[in-house]
């Protein structure tokens, strides 16, 4: 989600979003599997409030942040350091779930686990749409 206050463009370039979860109502068929979960958010940083830059620049930054699903859960809001000095663990073995949300606002996502292939993939988080082995 984003603000809808104009210009909306500026806001989400300022890291006005965030991510909303919404599960199916029984759950996803893979929940009882699943060690970990993180959310995870990519977004682009522009020079401060420049418009210009925001709709014909290169960005100065293109980060990720995580959001916490519970309490402490990792809550890193866009910064440049924490996945750095706290990566994002898992054992061999584990199976992690991840949201992953491109807010943009003007990048392509081809998020990806270097090495790996994902087992499962819900395009839009919508059961319907589930594909295997799937690298981005």
């Not at 100065?60 to 866009?78: E, H, I, M, Q």
């Not at 898992?90 to 949300?101: M, P, Q, S, T």
């Amino acid at each position: 989600y984003h603000c809808g206050t104009k210009p909306v463009l500026q806001h989400i370039a300022n890291g006005m979003h965030g991510v909303i979860i919404v599960k199916p109502k029984n759950g996803y068929p893979t929940d009882k599997e699943v060690d970990r979960e993180y959310v995870l958010i990519q977004n682009e940083w522009y020079k401060y409030n420049d418009m210009n830059d925001f709709q014909n620049g290169v960005p100065s930054y293109v980060v990720f942040s995580t959001k916490a699903l519970r309490p402490g859960d990792p809550n890193t809001n866009g910064d440049t350091f924490t996945l750095k000095e706290k990566p994002l663990l898992a054992k061999v073995g584990e199976k992690i779930r991840l949201y992953v949300n491109n807010v943009g606002p003007n990048e392509v996502s081809s998020f990806h686990v270097v090495g790996t292939v994902f087992d499962d993939v819900y395009l839009d988080g919508n059961p319907s749409n589930h594909l295997q082995g799937m690298q981005t």
